[in-house]
Nanobody
Framework: EVQLQASGGGLVQAGGSLRLSCKAS????????IGWFRQAPGRERKGVSC????????YHDASVRGQFTISRDNAKNTVYLQMNSLKPEDTAVYSC?????????????????????WGQGTQVTVSS
């Protein structure tokens, strides 16, 4: 059974940093992509970043480019989202998801329907 465990959220002041983790288990193949999505109150879920566990290709939404960095540790089956210079508008529930076929385009990376498995969310709150 595929499981994704997201953690690392919390309360931080504007300008601060957080690192989210998404630990994956149950995959029968090493070839998949992990994406991070966020959903702010009253807004739709939106793709933030994505990484392929095969070649390490990454995708970032324009709104977080240069601010967020996604990385992976295949030995730990864990994907990280380093979030720096956080702003109040980054406040949201952040969830990770897995695409077992692998994402190959930026458009696919941001498409919720591309993903097969979802973890629970972790709350990130940025105070001003």
């Amino acid at each position: 059974e595929v499981q994704l465990q997201a953690s690392g959220g919390g309360l931080v002041q504007a300008g601060g940093s957080l690192r989210l983790s998404c630990k994956a288990s149950g995959f029968t193949s090493d070839a998949y992509s992990i994406g991070w999505f966020r959903q702010a109150p009253g807004r739709e879920r939106k793709g933030v970043s994505c990484i392929s566990t095969v070649d390490g290709a990454t995708y970032h939404d324009a709104s977080v480019r240069g601010q967020f960095t996604i990385s992976r540790d295949n030995a730990k089956n864990t994907v990280y989202l380093q979030m720096n210079s956080l702003k109040p508008e980054d406040t949201a529930v952040y969830s990770c998801a897995a695409d077992t076929y692998g994402v190959t385009t930026a458009q696919a990376a941001a498409d919720i329907d591309e993903y097969d498995y979802w973890g629970q969310g972790t709350q990130v709150t940025v105070s001003s």
